[in-house]
């Protein structure tokens, strides 16, 4: 594999940080403001949405927005990753407009791709809160962007990931232990061998939690997977299609009622296969743990804009958005509440917009498990759901 000289469709690193990877038209901006010596003082606002809306999403994306603006001479302050929001702005730049135009869209794609995915995690996370849920979504997306879908899937609440390059990125390990192309290797009717060979190769630290739904009915195959692995068993994943499925939430019940008469109730059974909220919440009290695939990685990116509020001073807008410099609060209630940065928030309210660069140095960490646990306390505060 070595030496193929092989060139991939990705833009690299190099022309997102040095403002190649931006629009055209950023490009003639800047080039027209040089042109005729304007380069005005601004505050400059990312929002999806002018207003609180009710429906709450998560901020996701923020290291790799603070690392893009990193060493330029502005100030950023931005909501926290993984606060809750449903209008107003999640962050705000000021500064002089040419030493960040061009850098727009790059941010946008930062901010919205990730905190997309998530939401849609945390709607997963939600869904089951007190079962084990993997983001298996990864062949889904370009391999170029797998590591902020995984990232970003920790965000939103869920335990782990599969994607390995993604882990060497992220400092952490990939869960997962085998397809259903493991067993078809070694053939129909043979499925013992598959198992019993992923058992004596694999390291001691990987769970023992072989498919069991290939070319048989799932109890068929749990029972036989008991009756290879014994007590070495951890756990069965059932991931059968849809399209033969049937009546799911029974079948996890009578895997499960199966497995307890002959003394493996401590055997967890794992689901997966095209699952999103609504199946996790039918299925949460009957399953041990769930792989959730398409329904985070494939989710929509937040519809963010970027736009100058204030120029010189002076309020400024264009049709349709709003002028002037705002904070965010959040209330005791869980209220989210937009109002003018010069004016004193709502009475008992805290604002959400924290310090991110100073002078263009960044100001703050980016803990992935604390931004999970505010994800998870603002949901909570919020009453979020999918």
Same mark, same amino acid.
């Given at each position: 594999?070595?030496?193929?000289?092989?060139?991939?469709?990705?833009?690299?690193?190099?022309?997102?940080?040095?403002?190649?990877?931006?629009?055209?038209?950023?490009?003639?901006?800047?080039?027209?403001?040089?042109?005729?010596?304007?380069?005005?003082?601004?505050? @400059?606002?990312?929002?999806?949405?002018?207003?609180?809306?009710?429906?709450?999403?998560?901020?996701?994306?923020?290291?790799?927005?603070?690392?893009?603006?990193?060493?330029?001479?502005?100030?950023?302050?931005?909501?926290?990753?993984?606060?809750?929001?449903?209008?107003?702005?999640?962050?705000?730049?000021?500064?002089?407009?040419?030493?960040?135009?061009?850098?727009?869209?790059?941010?946008?794609?930062?901010?919205?791709?990730?905190?997309?995915?998530?939401?849609?995690?945390?709607?997963? =996370?939600?869904?089951?809160?007190?079962?084990?849920?993997?983001?298996?979504?990864?062949?889904?997306?370009?391999?170029?962007?797998?590591?902020?879908?995984?990232?970003?899937?920790?965000?939103?609440?869920?335990?782990?990931?599969?994607?390995?390059?993604?882990?060497?990125?992220?400092?952490?390990?990939?869960?997962?232990?085998?397809?259903?192309?493991?067993?078809?290797?070694?053939?129909?009717?043979?499925?013992?061998? @598959?198992? =019993?060979?992923?058992?004596?190769?694999?390291?001691?630290?990987?769970?023992?939690?072989?498919?069991?739904?290939?070319?048989?009915?799932?109890?068929?195959?749990?029972?036989?997977?008991?009756?290879?692995?014994?007590?070495?068993?951890?756990?069965?994943?059932?991931?059968?299609?849809? #399209?033969?499925?049937?009546?799911?939430?029974?079948?996890?019940?009578?895997?499960?009622?199966?497995?307890?008469?002959?003394?493996?109730?401590?055997?967890?059974?794992?689901?997966?296969?095209?699952?999103?909220? #609504?199946?996790?919440?039918?299925?949460?009290?009957?399953?041990?743990?769930?792989?959730?695939?398409?329904?985070?990685?494939? @989710?929509?990116?937040?519809?963010?804009?970027?736009?100058?509020?204030?120029?010189?001073?002076?309020?400024?807008?264009?049709?349709?958005?709003?002028?002037?410099?705002?904070?965010?609060? =959040?209330?005791?209630?869980?209220?989210?509440?937009?109002?003018?940065?010069?004016?004193?928030?709502?009475?008992?309210?805290?604002?959400?917009?924290?310090?991110?660069?100073?002078?263009?140095?960044?100001?703050?960490?980016?803990?992935?498990?604390?931004?999970?646990?505010? @994800?998870?306390?603002?949901?909570?505060?919020?009453?979020?759901?999918?």
């Amino acid at each position: 594999m070595e030496g193929r000289g092989v060139t991939f469709d990705i833009v690299d690193a190099d022309a997102i940080e040095s403002g190649r990877a931006t629009d055209a038209y950023f490009e003639r901006t800047e080039a027209a403001l040089d042109h005729a010596g304007r380069n005005p003082d601004v505050v @400059a606002e990312v929002t999806a949405d002018q207003f609180p809306t009710g429906a709450f999403e998560v901020l996701a994306g923020v290291k790799d927005a603070a690392h893009l603006l990193d060493g330029l001479p502005v100030d950023v302050d931005a909501l926290p990753e993984g606060t809750l929001f449903d209008g107003g702005p999640v962050m705000r730049i000021e500064g002089t407009y040419r030493q960040f135009a061009r850098y727009e869209t790059s941010l946008l794609g930062f901010l919205s791709h990730a905190s997309g995915v998530a939401t849609a995690a945390l709607e997963t =996370r939600t869904a089951a809160p007190d079962a084990r849920v993997l983001s298996f979504g990864a062949r889904h997306v370009h391999p170029a962007i797998a590591a902020m879908v995984e990232r970003s899937a920790l965000v939103g609440g869920l335990d782990g990931f599969s994607h390995v390059a993604a882990g060497d990125v992220l400092g952490r390990e990939a869960s997962g232990t085998m397809p259903h192309a493991l067993v078809i290797c070694f053939g129909r009717g043979d499925q013992e061998s @598959a198992w =019993r060979a992923f058992h004596e190769s694999v390291d001691e630290d990987v769970p023992r939690v072989p498919i069991c739904d290939t070319y048989s009915d799932e109890k068929d195959e749990v029972l036989r997977a008991v009756a290879e692995l014994g007590d070495d068993l951890d756990g069965v994943r059932l991931d059968t299609t849809s #399209s033969r499925r049937g009546d799911f939430r029974h079948i996890v019940r009578e895997v499960q009622w199966e497995l307890a008469a002959r003394g493996h109730g401590d055997v967890d059974v794992f689901v997966s296969g095209g699952l999103g909220p #609504s199946d996790l919440r039918e299925l949460r009290d009957v399953a041990d743990g769930f792989g959730v695939g398409g329904h985070v990685s494939n @989710a929509d990116p937040i519809d963010f804009a970027l736009d100058i509020v204030e120029v010189d001073g002076e309020p400024a807008a264009k049709r349709g958005k709003l002028s002037g410099k705002k904070d965010v609060y =959040r209330t005791r209630d869980g209220g989210h509440h937009v109002g003018l940065a010069a004016r004193p928030g709502p009475t008992g309210s805290s604002s959400l917009l924290q310090p991110l660069l100073r002078d263009g140095d960044i100001v703050r960490g980016f803990d992935v498990e604390d931004a999970a646990a505010r @994800a998870r306390d603002d949901a909570d505060a919020v009453s979020f759901r999918a």
